[in-house]
């Protein structure tokens, strides 16, 4: 079994962001980027297939900037196999997105897609979906576990206050979702063995693929900022500032 999975080289998330003067969107001048948390943990699961010997092959692609090399060989070093850089500098839209992996999917022919459920950056969660629709495939988003039954994929998928267990026809796309698995770190001795692993450069243009933007953001802007707490001396003045101050009680 062939394992796809697709890789997003994002903000790191400890980073406080800071949204441009203009409005326009985040300042990335001198910021760390990283792998988006949900594609580790994508990357982590099909690692874990290969090593019970469930998957034979785990290829991870990206669609980003010459720098999201650096994205593969972070999963590269978590044990995937070989890498695809679709080089853009342009910003993808999940659509557009979705038209060029499917593009890498009829090449690759994998058995499998495993996506992050979401992109911390602009928090889509629409690619997966769209893959899905796009191939005529099955689905299990957000999925905290799966397994092979057969043919076919159990997916355990977090679902409004509780687990719903779906069972999927392959080939088959999942989103991962955060308990999923706990995603390594990757050793001294795999990061230096990645480095020698292949990563192939593609363009957009390779897949024929109209990625053209269909979206204009209009305006991004920060959170508004939180006035500071206060210390207050008893019960009593907690009750009294909760009840003529806040007014929610
Ligand atoms: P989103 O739909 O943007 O929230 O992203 C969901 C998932 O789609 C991510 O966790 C990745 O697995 C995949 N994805 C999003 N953007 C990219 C990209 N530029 N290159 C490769 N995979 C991506």
Same mark, same amino acid.
């Given at each position: 079994?062939?394992?796809?999975?697709?890789?997003?080289? @994002?903000?790191?998330?400890?980073?406080? %962001?800071?949204?441009?003067?203009? !409005? #326009? *969107?985040?300042? $990335? /001048?001198?910021?760390?980027?990283?792998?988006?948390?949900?594609?580790?943990?994508?990357?982590?699961?099909?690692?874990?297939?290969?090593?019970?010997?469930?998957?034979?092959?785990?290829?991870?692609?990206?669609?980003?900037?010459?720098?999201?090399?650096?994205?593969?060989?972070?999963?590269?070093?978590?044990?995937?196999?070989?890498?695809?850089?679709?080089?853009?500098?342009?910003?993808?839209?999940?659509?557009?997105?979705?038209?060029?992996?499917?593009?890498?999917?009829?090449?690759?022919?994998?058995?499998? @897609?495993?996506?992050?459920?979401?992109? %911390?950056?602009?928090?889509?969660? !629409? #690619? *997966?979906?769209? $893959? /899905?629709?796009?191939?005529?495939?099955?689905?299990?988003?957000?999925?905290?576990?799966?397994?092979?039954?057969?043919?076919?994929?159990?997916?355990?998928?977090?679902?409004?206050?509780?687990?719903?267990?779906?069972?999927?026809?392959?080939?088959?796309?999942?989103?991962?979702?955060?308990?999923?698995?706990?995603?390594?770190?990757?050793?001294?001795?795999?990061?230096?063995?990645?480095?020698?692993?292949?990563?192939?450069?593609?363009?957009?243009?390779?897949?024929?693929?109209?990625?053209?933007?269909?979206?204009?953001?209009?305006?991004?802007?920060?959170?508004?900022?939180?006035?500071?707490?206060?210390?207050?001396?008893?019960?009593?003045?907690?009750?009294?500032?909760?009840?003529?101050?806040?007014?929610?009680?």
């Amino acid at each position: 079994m062939k394992i796809l999975v697709p890789v997003k080289r @994002v903000v790191d998330y400890n980073v406080k %962001i800071r949204v441009k003067p203009d !409005q #326009t *969107g985040v300042d $990335l /001048a001198n910021v760390k980027m990283s792998m988006n948390p949900f594609c580790e943990i994508a990357i982590e699961e099909a690692v874990r297939l290969q090593e019970a010997g469930t998957a034979t092959e785990v290829v991870v692609v990206s669609v980003g900037p010459t720098q999201a090399q650096e994205t593969i060989r972070t999963a590269l070093a978590m044990g995937a196999d070989r890498g695809i850089l679709v080089q853009t500098d342009d910003e993808m839209e999940p659509l557009g997105l979705a038209k060029i992996l499917k593009g890498v999917v009829e090449e690759e022919k994998p058995d499998m @897609v495993i996506l992050g459920k979401q992109a %911390i950056d602009g928090d889509n969660n !629409q #690619t *997966g979906q769209m $893959l /899905a629709a796009l191939l005529g495939w099955s689905q299990g988003t957000f999925a905290s576990e799966i397994s092979l039954d057969g043919d076919s994929l159990n997916v355990t998928r977090e679902i409004d206050g509780g687990l719903q267990t779906i069972k999927l026809a392959m080939p088959a796309i999942v989103t991962a979702d955060l308990r999923l698995n706990e995603p390594r770190y990757a050793s001294l001795p795999n990061i230096m063995k990645a480095k020698k692993k292949p990563i192939d450069e593609k363009t957009v243009a390779d897949y024929s693929a109209d990625a053209a933007p269909r979206l204009e953001i209009v305006k991004v802007t920060e959170p508004p900022v939180r006035e500071a707490g206060i210390v207050v001396e008893s019960v009593n003045e907690l009750v009294d500032k909760l009840k003529n101050e806040a007014g929610v009680i």
